[in-house]
């Protein structure tokens, strides 16, 4: 009976991880359309300067998901790239909000 149980929260954890993986994805899609844009502009006038990942953070979906799964299980860098973004285009606060 406890190999049932243990076999049963393992299939809700792995349903819960795929979920969790396609909704971010889905949110690095838009991200990539609609912020990648902005962050080029703030990267051309130099707001980046002293980070060397953040212009190409949500380049591509990849980028994308590496930075908002960087973000929501680390907390790393937060502040870094979303304020600014946030800042320039406050739209952006809802893809910011919707990834995590």
Known sequence: KLMMMFASV???LAWSFLFCFIATTLWSMVAVELVHPVV???AEEGVFSDC???RDAFSTVLQSNLTFLKTL???DSWGQIAVPVI???PYTAA???GGL
């Open 40 to 42: 080029q502009e703030l």
């Open 52 to 54: 060397k990942d953040c």
């Open 95 to 97: 893809i910011f909000v």
């Open 87 to 89: 800042r320039r285009q």
């Open 73 to 75: 299980l680390a907390g």
């Open 10 to 12: 393992i299939r809700t």
